[in-house]
């Protein structure tokens, strides 16, 4: 079991050392310090700042895309090629093959993660880009879990890639919208609002707040209690263990 899914983990790190991948992230860090420069320069004061604060956020999320977008082109390309075909009529179990993607997928975030903090080592303190670090690593997990499992259940590129962007906006934006509903300006009495209050904490039940994680104060301001990253470490784990039970389950109900 262990030898399998340790298989297609490698083939999926070795086909992403071997396509544009490495180069892709690099020129991203390359154009968003570039950017961080040039923003730190029109600043008139506190340059360092703005630089950090540029830098992290814009990586933040070019992070996510790469990530997401390279997980879901990578299996969509297996589904089109008949690869998951062959490779299921040589009797691999399918948990196996979702494992091994998974943990290639895995390696792939926490490469990225470490490539996205190292520049800020000269500009932040070194415990704080390791708590950032950290937590845009299980970040990055998290929503390559999500979108393997999206791509086993619409099995095409676009439908899959839009519900991983809105997931994750919707995600980045659950805390503000709870405030929003908790406080409306007018109408906090009528039934819609009460249904959707409800509908909002529901989806609060359900998705990750990631405006809590990763956050460029941490850099700029003052870093996390390693109690609070602690929490978000757990929190990564679980919903990476609940999507990948999810995509196993998907994958075992389809014929291929």
């Given at each position: 079991?262990?030898?399998r899914?340790?298989?297609?983990a490698r ?17 991203a ?8 420069f040039?923003v ?6 506190e340059?360092?700042?703005f630089q950090?604060?540029?830098?992290a ?14 997980a879901?082109?990578?299996?969509a390309r297996e589904?089109?090629d008949k690869?998951?075909d062959m ?5 691999l179990?399918r948990s196996?093959?979702v494992?091994?993607?998974l943990?290639?997928?895995?390696g ?6 470490c490539?996205?903090s190292?520049p800020?080592l000269?500009?932040?303190?070194v415990?704080?880009v390791l708590q950032?670090?950290i ?8 929503v390559?879990?999500?979108a393997?499992?999206?791509i086993?259940t619409?099995n095409h590129?676009l439908p899959a ?10 995600a980045?934006a ?13 109408g906090?009495?009528?039934v819609a609002h009460?249904?959707?209050g ?9 998705l990750?707040?990631?405006d ?6 941490w850099?700029?301001d ?13 929190q990564?784990?679980?919903?990476v ?6 995509a ?9």
């Open positions: 079991m262990k030898s899914i340790a298989t297609i083939f999926t790190l070795l086909e992403a050392a071997r396509t544009r991948l490495p180069a892709l992230a690099l020129l860090l390359a154009i968003l310090l570039g950017a961080a040039f730190g320069q029109l600043a008139i004061a340059s360092g700042r950090v604060g540029f830098y956020a814009g990586m933040r999320f070019a992070a996510v895309f790469i990530v997401a977008f390279y879901l082109a990578s299996v589904f089109d690869g998951l490779l299921l009529a040589l009797d179990p196996h093959y494992m091994g993607k943990a290639g997928f895995l792939i975030a926490a490469a990225l993660a490539t996205a190292v800020l000269w500009s932040a303190p415990h704080a950032w670090g937590s845009l690593g299980f970040e990055l997990a998290v390559t879990a999500l393997l499992f999206c086993i619409f590129l890639a839009s519900f991983v962007m809105a997931f994750y906006l919707l980045r659950l805390t503000a919208i709870r405030l929003m509903s908790a406080k409306p300006v007018s906090d009495d009528t009460q249904v959707a409800w509908v909002v904490e529901g989806l609060a039940l359900l990750p707040a990631l809590g994680w990763t956050q460029t104060a850099l700029v003052q870093p996390a209690a390693w109690a609070e990253a602690g929490a978000l470490v757990a990564g784990i679980l919903y263990a609940l999507l990948a039970a999810a196993m389950f998907d994958i075992h109900r389809k014929n291929f």
